[in-house]
Each structure stands twice: as structure tokens, then as C-alpha cells.
Nanobody, 122 residues
Framework: EVQLVESGGGLVQPGGSLRLSCAAS????????MGWFRQAPGKEREGVAS????????LYTDAVKGRFTISRDNAKSTVYLQMNHLRPEDTAMYYC???????????????WGQGTQVTVSS
């Protein structure tokens, strides 16, 4: 059974940090590009970051460049999203996804997790 399980979300004050993790199972993790997406209430889902199969290429949406870092550990079948200098506008449900194409379009991805909530508020 294919599974992507996110963890690490929570409530954090503006300026704080969180590290999201996504543990994969049931497929060959190292063969897939991985992405992080988010969706805030009333808004469309947006791509946040993407990482190549070997982890040697990364891509970020402009809103998080310089603050978020995506990484992966293929030995552990896990992808991470380190989020620093968080802002209230980062509040959303965050999802990890696995796909055959590299990029920030959600149509590139075929396997999705259930999401973890991130709330940035004082």
C-alpha cells in the first residue's frame, strides 16, 4: 500500500520555525521527485517546493525562497521541509506528494499524503 505520512505541523509564533517530515512507503521512493504543497482555507492549492530524485536540484515558490528548505533522505524514504521565519500567511494545510515530473504543478504528482496543519499566529 502506497503511503505518504506527514508530521511536524503545529502552532508557531511569527518568526518561528517548524520542520515537516513526510515518510513514504509502498513504492520506490528514490525513483520519484517529491514536492510540498499547501492549501489555505478558501484558496487554491499551491506548490511550495520540489526536489529531484537524487536531491541535487530544488525549486521553490517565490513566497518561501530564502526561508524554506526542502531536503530528502532516500535511505529513510523521507522528505523534509524546514520552514524558518514563518509568517501568518504561511498558515495552511501542508501536503507532500510524489511524482514522475519535477516542478510545482500539482498535476505532476500522483501520490499524496493526508496533510499536516501549520498555523502561524501570535
Amino acid at each position: 500500500e502506497v503511503q505518504l505520512v506527514e508530521s511536524g505541523g503545529g502552532l508557531v509564533q511569527p518568526g518561528g520555525s517548524l520542520r515537516l517530515s513526510c515518510a513514504a512507503s509502498g513504492f520506490t521512493f528514490s525513483a520519484y521527485h517529491m514536492g510540498w504543497f499547501r492549501q489555505a482555507p478558501g484558496k487554491e492549492r499551491e506548490g511550495v517546493a520540489s526536489i529531484y530524485t537524487l536531491g541535487d536540484r530544488t525549486l521553490y515558490t517565490d513566497a518561501v525562497k530564502g526561508r524554506f528548505t526542502i531536503s530528502r533522505d532516500n535511505a529513510k524514504s523521507t522528505v523534509y521541509l524546514q520552514m524558518n521565519h514563518l509568517r501568518p500567511e504561511d498558515t495552511a494545510m501542508y501536503y507532500c506528494a510524489a511524482g514522475w515530473a519535477y516542478g510545482l504543478k500539482d498535476t505532476y504528482y500522483r501520490k499524496w499524503g493526508q496533510g499536516t496543519q501549520v498555523t502561524v499566529s501570535s
